[in-house]
């Protein structure tokens, strides 16, 4: 189904004809997008589990071959059923908001959704391992379940000390996937430090810093409003994320990896570069700082440790720098096409 005769413009380990059958849930996001196209070019067949059918409607339209499935991690009995439904031999976890700010206003649906929604999924996925179908299982998990972290870089066995919501709830997660593998099951967690691309939605930062540049530049906009800009963060391209969770699932056995570029540049490097970018140079005229965007906990120095990715074959294509400019490049090329 869908198969195609060309590989991923990176050879991966699953870049073969075969049988798999792989579920993406929270297919309709960033990372899901990326991971969707991907395991169609590698000939994959490929069901996708969406919100809501708004959802479903969005996927057919762009990718006429996945199989579209309505469903929600809240809701253990509709789990169950499309994984039995389903009997896929590879799950992609990547469902549930990604945005840490909104785990302050929303803490309880984020410790259902992101804490308990991946056992209900590791359950359903044991079920049927138990039944004689193994699968295996990559879990979404977060830097962000290292909060103020004991050490930088942060690695595999770094103490977990999460301060928010968002990493609380993925920290269980974390702990949940382990729990799993120790049962004999192939579950990974993918420990994903900061990614983006111009598919990230307007409400992250790396996105509204690009969009404000952009439009600015373009005198479309007077200021940009920010929080704290002196935070550092680790931050990567996410079409090489994805491709590191592929190589992650393709392995002999379960395990837990940091996702990361190694290198930390704070929300005020990003900021100049990506007005550096499009001639601003004096950007600190169009920036101002507003406290009510600053977070109730904000961990300072998110940085990976990539050295066991690295063992199994990764490294990022695209650094920081390049990172910024494709982000302004799409706002800029988005922008003119409007106006």
């Known amino acids: 189904m869908g198969a195609l005769s060309r590989c991923p413009r990176r050879c991966i380990p699953s870049c073969r004809m075969s049988s798999q059958r792989h579920l993406v849930t929270g297919a309709n996001g960033q990372d899901g997008g990326y991971l969707v196209e991907r395991l169609l070019e590698a000939g994959h067949e490929v069901h996708a589990m969406c919100h809501n059918r708004d959802g479903v409607d969005r996927l ?51 410790a259902d959704v992101l804490g308990l929604g991946p056992v209900r999924l590791f359950d359903a996925a044991w079920r049927q391992t138990s039944a004689g179908r193994p699968v295996r299982v990559v879990q979404a998990s977060s830097a962000e379940i290292f909060g103020d972290a004991v050490q930088v870089p942060q690695n595999e066995s770094t103490p977990r000390r999460a301060v928010t919501p968002y990493g609380a709830a993925k920290s269980f997660a974390h702990d949940m996937a382990a729990i799993y593998r120790e049962r004999g099951m192939h579950v990974s967690a993918a420990i994903l430090y900061n990614h983006e691309s111009p598919r990230r939605p307007a409400s992250f930062v ?43 699932i393709e392995q002999p056995t379960g395990g837990d990896y940091v996702v990361a570029t190694g290198v930390a540049h704070s929300v005020r490097e990003f900021v100049a570069t990506a007005f550096g970018y499009v001639g601003i140079d004096d950007w600190e005229k169009f920036v101002r700082i507003d406290p009510a965007f600053y977070r109730p906990a904000d961990p300072q120095q998110l940085v990976g440790d990539p050295a066991r990715l690295r063992q199994i074959g990764w490294t990022p294509s695209v650094g920081f720098e390049a990172l910024v400019h494709i982000m302004v490049d799409a706002e800029m090329a988005a922008l003119r096409a409007k106006h």
């Open 60 to 110: 057919s339209v762009e990718h006429p071959v996945v199989v579209g499935h309505v469903a929600d991690l809240a809701d253990s009995t509709a789990i169950g059923r499309l994984v039995a439904d389903v009997e896929p031999t590879h799950i992609y976890n990547l469902a549930g908001n990604t945005s840490v700010a909104r785990s302050w206003e929303f803490p309880a649906e984020t």
């Open 206 to 248: 790396a996105r509204k810093i690009v969009m404000g540049a952009a439009r600015i530049s373009l005198g479309l906009q007077d200021e940009l409003a920010l929080g704290n800009i002196d935070v550092f963060r680790d931050w990567g391209y996410a079409p090489d994320y994805v491709d590191a969770m592929i190589r992650i």
